[in-house]
Structures are given as C-alpha cells and as structure tokens.
C-alpha cells in the first residue's frame, strides 16, 4: 500500500517492512500472548505434559502480522490478496481447534484443508496457467488444468498436514519453515521468477522469526494449529508461485519424513488394517528423542542442518540445470 502512496523506492519500502514485520511479530506476541488458550499438554507426544500451561495458538498473532506487513508495504495484486485471505482462514481453523476445549474432529479438519486447496488450485490456475518448470533440468511442461489442479490440491493439503505434524519440538517447525521459504527465495533469484510474492516470503520469514525469539527452547508459548497450518499452507503456495511446485519435495524434505511418515502409518492402519513402522514412533521427533535420547536442541539443530544441506544441494543443482544453464 505505502509504495502506491509515495515516491519513495521501493528497495526503502521493503527494507523498512521487514524491520517493520520482526517488531510488530516481537511486541505483538509479548503483549498479547496472555490473551491465548493454555496448552493442555499434548496426550501423545513424548515429553508432551510439560507443553501443560503455556499460552497455545500464538500463529495468530504472526499470523496477522505478516498479514498487515503485507497490506503494509507489499507489493499488492488481488492474487496475493486472495492468498492472504486464505491462509488466515487457515490459521482460523487451526486457532478455533487451539481454543476449543475439546480437539475438532479429524475428519472436518481434513475436509476444511481440502476445500482451501481446491481454491488455491482455482485461484493460482486461473491468475498463472499450469505450466510447470523442473528447475532441476531447465524445462517447463504445461499441465492439463485439470491434472494440475488435482496435484496442487494434494500438494497444499499435504503440506498443511506434514507441516502440523512436525510441530512438536520447540522450535523445530518454524525453523524447518524458514529455511524451506528461504531456499524458495534464492532459487526465485536464480532462475529469475522473484515478483512481487517473493517478498512475501521475506515478511513470513522475519514474522517466524520474532515468534522463534520467544519459542526458542525453554519455549514460553506454542505456535498451536493456528501456526502450523498458516506455515503449510504458505509452504505450498511458495513452491506453486515459484513455477517449480516440485520442487517442494526437496525444499520441505525433513517435514515430509517427520509428519508425512506418521501420517501414512495412521492412514494404513486406519483403512487398510496395514501396520508398518511397528517400532518407530510417529512423528519421527518423537521417536529421536524418547529412543534417541536426543534433547529438543539437538532435534531442531539437526534436523535443521539435514535440511540446509539438501537445500544446499538443490539450489547448486538448480544453477547447473535451471539459472545458470
């Protein structure tokens, strides 16, 4: 909004948001987070009773951050504003389940990330086409719309799901976040796709961070649904906005063993009477640290740093194939 009102550079503009989005995330969470639910503690996870009492759901308020950031100094379209819309509708799912005394039920919750996806699908076919470039090797191939639809619906739901189930460890979700948008961000740089929504990854990332400062551990609030769901469904549009929405599979690699492995493990059992991982604990986090013996820190540093390297590895692949070919 600003950059349409003044003659200012936008480089300034953008410079002076991000500043602007890590002290509205930063103040914001540590004046409000009283207002939140209390965490009951998590029946399942390991470790999970000492979550018991901490203020839960605080994605709403980066959330909503990154959202006024945007409107603030962004660079707008109606497509970015649609986008917006949705992934605080997502947060809103997820908040509701954080505040309500007992758990929404799995089934709806599914079924509301579904009807999101199948918008982001309508809404990013209709603004972008469904060509799809494989960053890897240089080429793009142009989808039938209704295939490409189908997989971009798979694509956010997943990622909405793995990304919430990842969040179990201090830290550990809005860490593997950042460093799956960032690496987004230089590929965007690299094959030279950086528009006006690359920004908006700048914003989400320094509004995750001003979250981090408090979640870092001993962690003094939790994310909740509320944040995790806002951070999958953010993770999608990412990878759609790059062109190379394959490319997921590698930027978000460590989410989609943690969360992505339990939920297929659930979904055998559940539907198929398939029992597999019989002696692995789901997520994997959990099983790290209760067989592992691994303490928070040393799940999020490692975890992180398996990330960074495949990230590594794909952005130098990416040149080879893609930008400096």
């Known amino acids: 909004m600003i950059n349409y009102i003044t003659s200012i550079d936008f480089s300034i503009i953008a410079f002076l948001g991000i500043l602007f989005a890590f002290a509205v995330s930063c103040v914001a969470i540590a004046k409000l987070n009283r207002f939140l639910p209390k965490d009951m503690g998590r029946q399942f996870a390991h470790e999970g009773a000492i979550s018991a009492g901490k203020p ?14 945007t409107l603030l100094f962004g660079q707008m379209s109606v497509e970015i504003g649609i986008y917006l819309i949705l992934i605080v509708v997502e947060m809103f799912t997820g908040y509701f389940d954080d505040a309500a005394d007992k758990p929404w039920n799995e089934y709806l919750k599914g079924a509301l990330d579904l009807a999101v996806a199948v918008v982001v699908a309508l809404v990013y076919i209709h603004y972008n086409g469904s060509d799809v470039t494989f960053a890897l090797i240089g080429k793009t191939v142009t989808f039938p719309p209704v295939a490409f639809a189908i997989l971009t619906v798979i694509l956010v739901w997943a990622s909405i799901n793995v990304t919430n189930c990842t969040d179990g460890v201090d830290g550990l979700s809005g860490t593997l976040t950042i460093i799956s948008i960032m690496t987004v961000f230089i590929i965007d740089n690299i094959l030279g796709t950086n528009d006006e ?26 994310m909740g649904d509320a944040g995790s769901r806002a951070e999958g469904m953010f993770i999608a549009l990412v990878a759609l906005k790059s062109g190379c929405p394959f490319l997921y599979l590698l930027i978000a690699a460590v989410f989609i063993v943690d969360g992505g492995l339990g939920l297929i493990k ?8 398939i029992h597999i991982l019989k002696n692995t604990r789901t997520p994997i986090h959990d099983h790290v640290r ?13 975890f992180s740093i398996i990330q960074i390297v495949i990230s590594i590895a794909t952005i ?10």
């Open 266 to 273: 659930v979904a055998l059992l559940r539907f198929l009477k």
């Open 316 to 325: 130098y692949l990416v040149m080879i194939g893609g930008g400096m070919a």
């Open 290 to 302: 209760k067989n592992g013996d691994w303490s928070n820190a040393q799940v999020v540093f490692r």
């Open 197 to 222: 929504f690359s920004y908006c990854i700048l914003l989400f990332a320094v509004c995750l961070l001003g979250y981090l400062w408090y979640n870092a551990t001993p962690s003094k609030l939790l």
């Open 56 to 69: 839960r759901g605080a994605g709403i308020i980066f959330v909503f951050a990154f959202v006024i950031a």
